[in-house]
């Protein structure tokens, strides 16, 4: 079952000499729990790609579907529901809010959705994210490596459809950025996520289960068997 | 965190520097309000008193009244208090000139009149007098004296009690008796009768009195109001009052702006500084709704500190003025409580603040909203680039860190529009309020460096070898003399008022266009010191005493009385030329000066009032001798010093003490001095408190920006440099505007609605220079502070100070 389903899609910035096109006529799709890398070079689109796949911008045209649903025909209260419940995000800056400790930031998007947060499941994630030692402390007193770690935990919590991120690892170190890689991949596992994920490390691309490759707006597939 | 709302707490206690700034800010906006509005319901109570206190405790009057008048209108349910009044015509008491009045007992209260000794006259034989006269007189309760009315007929009363002095009797020397309302109505002589109403608390005044006039058919000129005690309350139609409501009004509209003004500043800073965090929490789901929710939350947090401080510090101010003035007349005043609590102030400094705080979230909140969540991810966006075209402009012309501090404060409109918006209106309310401080110059008299202690009077005429001799005394500060005499002043018929020529009815018109003066005019010499000190009442002209010699020139009174009324009898400017009929035939003098007023008054009625130099006026009538020798007193022997003025005045000379009624004066001027004074005070400490927080703020906003400017090698000389350019441009704008629109204001408030008090507009030159000075000093001292903080600290500190 395709869990998200990209069709022409193109983004263009400016107009005539300083016209750029970003993306150019995108088609794929990617079945639920897949784990998928996407590589490619500097500006070559691979952020856009997954900025237009969260919905966080819009294209020039084109129609991605998560989950069946169109996200470019939402209404903006409507869109920002379903991301909240739908799209976990995994930036490469962490991105945490800095004044709230690691628990509350991994259960603000349950909060956000006027809901309680299931604490058996919360503990079972800081427990995985070997942040339970480190539930109460604030971001700034954490590694590079457990901010992301717990950035993972903040696009979980919800269970979304799909985790979208964008070089989780481009902050870190070797050694935690196979952690983290590792840790992507066990979550996927764990819970049947779908797992979309920007990289320049040619290694960790091959973690996934397909790979594809962007450059300059044109997404090809390298490797890997679709689901 | 059980909600997601909890974020704005937990905002606000991890920044507790900026949260501290951000209270301050709301704090003093609501503290002004809460402060302006409880002192001007404060000075409204204490002005009540001091006006029932100089005018007496009634509203309104009925002349003449019959007893089905009264007993209709003492029935009714809103009337508190009425008393009937009798007045007449100078009497006299064992020979001397005397004030004959005469009121109802229950009603005597309500007149500020308080029996000292003996009991109120009640027999048709009995009267009271006033505590010095009955000193002057030898005469205490139970003796007889000999009294007569208007008639000159000549009766023996016992004196029934003593009252307490009444200054103004005081100073023109001629005491007060009050008669029994037996008396008075049984003397055959002209007098006024007057039935006094006093109404309840919250009456409507107004209405009542048309009810009155309606159900009992009386008519208007049967009516007349204590405007004072009125307006005070709020209740009068009269014209100055009126004026005066406006422009109140205007200014508390004013207050109320700038509290919300300040208020919305300090909130749209710390909203836009946390733009990229807002995105972040878009990113992770938060609606539009919810991060106007989280923002209002804050605001809302915010209040429930800043409203108690505001309000308590409102209220601080208030106490103080309250304090000052019950320390000063402690028995005036001893009815109003230290701690006056005021529901309107503080409601209003309450509403403002909730008010605002929910408006002014309105729009941080919706732009927070606008956030683009993609912007805020990779954060980009966070230092904007500057259109190059007005740095380029500016870079060119200004060296390149002022260029920056410049380009920084013009490029962020919204804030520029607010930073120097809520300087501007600190600076309009100082300029605005103002116009109460020229108000209550201009139409409270209060003692002037002219006031005399006590004066020498005679109609005979003062020589000039007595002045000598009061000069001479050794407890005399300084003594001063004026002649004074009616002359017949003729000047062109055009400069009549219409308010002259109704009360006087036919005014003749020579055939060169001049009035045939149906009236004297009164003509005052004026030495060289009354010139100088009538310098404050000055409306055109200049006074000097060789300018007037030179040109035969005279000053031209705009203000006379007429009947006890203050008037304008012409329109007088300038070289208007005055015909005076002098010792050697008529002669033609040029108005040199216009005086709004002059500090005496003249009870015969008169054309016009005139000043000129001693020598003219010689000129003019012949005259030599002096009429009054005002005496200033020094402050140690005043006792031994008046005694041996006081034996000066034999044979025809009169003895005046103005002392009591000067320091009623001071007192009256006092009340509202000190709330005047107040409400600038507060507005300028406020003002300036604001700066302050404002650009503390806008610079611990900017930590992480001038952090990265810093890494890039900007020195710490180059740092002070571009935050001084750029509080200097908020400065500067702000101050710019604030003078344009406040001097605008002053003129528009004093021209439009001051005119009929004769107020003049002048360029308040040195109010505009003051502002200026203060608002580019307070602004420079204000970022030192956080400058010096990011100086102190390591770039890498400040760098991450906002991850």
Not at chain 1, 19 to 42: D, Q, T, W, Y
Not at chain 1, 203 to 212: C, E, H, P, Q, T
Not at chain 2, 109 to 127: F, I, V
Not at chain 2, 176 to 199: D, P, Q
């Amino acid at each position: 079952m395709d869990i998200l389903t990209v069709e022409s899609l193109y983004k263009t910035y400016g107009e005539g000499n300083t016209k750029v096109e970003a993306l150019i006529n995108v088609s794929f799709s990617v079945k639920k729990g897949e784990f998928v890398s996407v590589i490619g070079p500097s500006g070559s689109g691979k952020s856009t790609l997954l900025n237009m796949i969260g919905a966080l911008d819009y294209p020039t045209s084109g129609k991605v579907s998560i989950d069946g649903r169109d996200v470019y025909k939402m209404k903006e209260e409507e869109l920002s529901v379903f991301r909240r419940r739908n799209i976990g995000f995994i930036f490469q800056a962490y991105n945490l809010v800095p004044e709230l400790s690691v628990e509350e930031n991994i259960v603000l998007p349950i909060l956000l959705d006027y809901k309680k947060p299931d604490e058996r499941y919360i503990d079972e994630l800081l427990d995985i994210l070997g942040l339970k030692d480190r539930r109460r402390h604030l971001p700034g007193q954490l590694s590079g490596g457990q901010q992301q770690r717990a950035a993972i935990g903040r696009a979980l919590a919800t269970k979304p459809a799909i985790i979208l991120a964008d070089e989780p690892t481009g902050n870190l170190d070797s050694k935690n950025s196979r952690d983290v890689i590792n840790l992507l991949k066990l979550s996927v596992e764990r819970y049947s996520q779908t797992l979309v994920m920007i990289t320049h490390n040619q290694n960790y691309a091959a973690y996934a289960d397909r790979v594809l490759s962007v450059e300059d707006g044109v997404v090809s597939q390298l490797g890997g068997n679709p689901q | 965190m059980n909600v997601y709302l909890d974020i704005s707490k937990r905002y606000l206690a991890a920044h507790k520097k900026r949260t501290g700034l951000s209270v301050l800010s709301i704090t003093l906006s609501v503290a002004l309000v809460v402060g302006i509005f409880s002192m001007l319901d404060v000075l409204l109570k204490f002005e009540k008193i001091q006006v029932i206190h100089d005018y007496g405790n009634y509203h309104i009057l009925v002349k003449n009244a019959t007893e089905a008048e009264k007993k209709a209108v003492s029935g009714r349910i809103d009337v508190k208090n009425t008393g009937t009044l009798f007045s007449f015509r100078s009497g006299s008491i064992n020979g001397d000139k005397c004030d004959i009045l005469s009121v109802q007992k229950n009603f005597a209260p309500n007149m500020s009149m308080k029996l000292l000794k003996g009991t109120y006259a009640q027999a048709e034989n009995e009267l009271m007098i006033e505590d010095w006269a009955a000193e002057k007189l030898g005469a205490g309760v139970g003796d007889t004296v000999s009294f007569a009315f208007g008639d000159k007929k000549e009766k023996p009363f016992k004196v029934s009690g003593i009252f307490a002095d009444y200054g103004d009797t005081k100073a023109t020397g001629e005491p007060g008796v009050t008669v029994s309302l037996k008396a008075a109505e049984k003397a055959e002589v002209e007098k006024k009768c007057w039935y006094l109403i006093e109404f309840k608390d919250r009456a409507d005044i107004r209405k009542a009195e048309r009810q009155i006039k309606d159900s009992l058919g009386i008519t208007e000129d049967r009516i007349a109001r204590n405007d004072h005690l009125l307006a005070v309350i709020g209740q009068s139609d009269h014209k100055a009052a009126v004026g005066l409501y406006q422009v109140g009004a205007i200014l508390f509209l004013i207050v109320l702006i700038a509290g919300v003004v300040m208020i919305y500043n300090t909130f749209h800073i710390s909203v836009m500084e946390r733009m990229r965090s807002f995105g972040l929490l878009r990113c992770v789901g938060a609606s539009k709704k919810q991060i106007g929710r989280i923002v209002k939350k804050e605001g809302f947090l915010l209040l429930r500190w800043a409203i108690p401080g505001g309000v308590l510090l409102g209220m601080a101010a208030t106490l103080f003025c309250s304090a000052l003035l019950k320390y000063y007349n402690g028995y005036m005043f001893s009815a109003i409580p230290l701690f006056t609590v005021s529901p309107v102030g503080i409601l209003s400094g309450v509403a403002a603040g909730v008010l605002t705080v929910a408006a002014a979230t309105l729009l941080p909140a919706k732009k927070a909203a606008r956030v683009s969540p993609v912007s805020a991810a990779t954060g980009n966006g966070e230092i904007r680039i500057r259109k190059a075209k007005s740095e380029g402009f500016l870079t060119k012309h200004l060296p390149v860190e002022t260029a920056m501090g410049v380009g920084n404060a013009v490029a962020r409109k919204k804030t520029l529009v607010l930073m120097s918006a809520s300087i501007a209106f600190s600076i309009i309310m100082f300029l605005g309020f103002q116009v109460f401080v020229d108000f209550m110059h201009t139409s409270l008299k209060t003692t002037k460096p002219y006031t005399p202690d006590v004066s020498l009077m005679s109609e005979e005429g003062l020589s000039p070898d007595l002045y000598e001799r009061v000069s001479g005394l050794p407890g005399v500060k300084r003594a001063y003399s004026r002649m004074f005499g009616y002359i017949n002043a003729e000047f062109d018929a055009s400069l009549l008022t219409d308010e002259y020529k109704k009360a006087v009815g036919n005014v003749k018109i020579n055939a060169d266009g001049t009035l045939s003066s149906p009236e004297k005019s009164w003509l005052i010499s004026y030495d060289k010191n009354q010139l100088k000190w009538a310098g404050t009442d000055l409306v055109e002209g200049s006074l000097s005493e060789d300018k007037l010699n030179n040109e035969n020139g005279v000053i031209a009174v705009v203000q006379n009385v007429r009947k006890g009324v203050s008037y304008q009898a012409a329109q007088f400017h300038t070289g208007d030329r005055v015909f005076i009929d002098t010792a050697s035939g008529k002669k033609a003098y040029t108005v040199l000066a216009v005086l709004r007023s002059v500090p005496f008054s003249d009870s015969n009625l008169n054309l016009a009032t005139f000043i000129t130099t001693e020598k003219l006026y010689t000129e003019i009538t012949g005259d030599r001798t002096f009429k009054i020798i005002d005496v200033q007193l020094k402050k140690a022997g005043r006792t031994e010093t008046v005694d041996k003025i006081k034996s000066l005045a034999v044979d025809n000379i009169k003895f005046l003490d103005s002392r009591q009624k000067n320091s009623e004066m001071n007192q009256t001027f006092l009340t509202m001095a000190v709330f005047i004074y107040g409400f600038v005070v507060v507005i300028a400490l406020i003002s300036i408190l604001n700066i302050i927080s404002t650009m503390n703020t806008s610079v611990t906003s900017k930590m992480k920006y001038l952090g990265v400017l810093r890494a890039v090698g900007m020195s710490g000389r180059q740092l002070d440099r571009m935050i001084a350019a750029e509080a200097s441009a908020y400065c500067a704008l702000g101050a710019a505007s604030g003078c344009v629109l406040g001097v605008l204001l002053q003129k528009a408030l004093i021209k439009g609605l001051l005119t009929s008090i004769k107020i003049v507009w002048v360029f308040p030159l040195a109010q505009v220079l003051c502002v200026f000075a203060v608002s580019y000093l307070v602004t420079r001292l204000s970022v030192l502070g956080p400058l010096r903080k990011i100086k102190s600290a390591g770039i890498t500190e400040t760098l991450g100070s906002l991850q």
